[in-house]
């Protein structure tokens, strides 16, 4: 298996938006941002399925972006994820919209570990084929824990072998940003990057500070094959420099291969 680039549609207050990861809150000020587009997401859909980036995601930071998620889904119907406040109740609603798969956090853990029925319920709603864990997490002391509620809230989950192997009996992958470097562009988390390419026995998808095609290679290589990536705002369509359509090329080279 070789890595695969997947694509990301991240909405906030109903636009397409790069956020520097954990200065998402619930009140007071607004995060901080490195990118507000213009265009509409169903836009970065169909420049997705153009490429037959399969495999990505819509993200809804916060409230107030059902609209633009099903906008984007619609755009291309089986060919993006979504995740952002999905819970058993709603999972079936957003794969009939046209999410390829959903993706959870914070409806699988309560006070701040993880509930196995509430999984339990959702899985008997998706099917483990169509559900993604998302295990974003950032460091706590010398380990990674998992954080919910827009990145703020710590967990008692750590990101280890034991908790990946155990969780994917349960999910058809995983998404991991590092909210620590997430939207910085100044390198990726190794050290993050080795647990999951070492211990995770099924598909990660990796995003957090890359910025460079070097960043791209290690991952490739660290990753060991099972480890994805996402790229945001070091691509040139979200304003940074990193030409997406090198990667876009460079990812159909990969799937040939």
């Known amino acids: 298996m070789r890595a695969q680039f997947r694509p990301c549609i991240d909405l906030h207050g109903g636009r ?15 995060p901080r941002t490195n990118f507000v587009s213009e265009l509409p997401p169903e836009y970065y859909a169909r420049l ?11 993200i809804q930071l916060g409230p107030g972006n059902e609209s ?13 994820q979504v995740g952002g406040g999905i819970n058993a109740s709603n999972a079936a609603g957003w794969l009939e ?7 959870v956090t914070s409806f699988v853990f309560s006070g701040g570990e993880l509930n196995r029925s509430r999984l339990k319920e959702l899985l008997a ?31 008692g989950l750590k990101v280890c072998r034991d908790t990946l192997e155990g969780l994917a009996e349960s999910s058809a992958e995983f998404l991991v ?46 990753g060991r094959g099972r480890v994805h ?27 040939r291969g």
């Open 177 to 222: 940003h590092a909210v620590d470097v997430e939207g910085h562009q100044a390198g990726i988390d190794e050290e993050l990057l080795a647990i999951l390419g070492e211990h995770s026995p099924i598909d990660c998808v990796y995003a957090g500070g890359i910025s460079s095609l070097a960043d791209v290679e290690t991952i490739e290589t660290a």
């Open 125 to 155: 709603v998706t099917g483990r084929e169509r559900l993604v864990l998302d295990l974003s997490c950032r460091r706590k002391e010398s380990d990674y824990f998992v954080v919910t509620d827009r990145w703020q809230t710590f967990t």
């Open 48 to 58: 997705y399925q153009e490429h037959q980036l399969t495999g990505g995601h819509v």
């Open 16 to 30: 397409v938006k790069q956020i520097v990861g954990g200065s998402l809150r619930d009140s007071g000020e607004g």
């Open 97 to 103: 919209a046209g999410a390829a798969k959903v993706i």
């Open 68 to 80: 633009a998620a099903r906008q984007a889904l619609a755009a291309w119907p089986g060919g993006l």
């Open 229 to 255: 990536y996402t790229i945001g705002s070091a691509l040139d369509i979200f304003g940074g420099k990193l030409s997406f359509e090198e990667i876009a090329s460079r990812a159909q080279t990969m799937k």
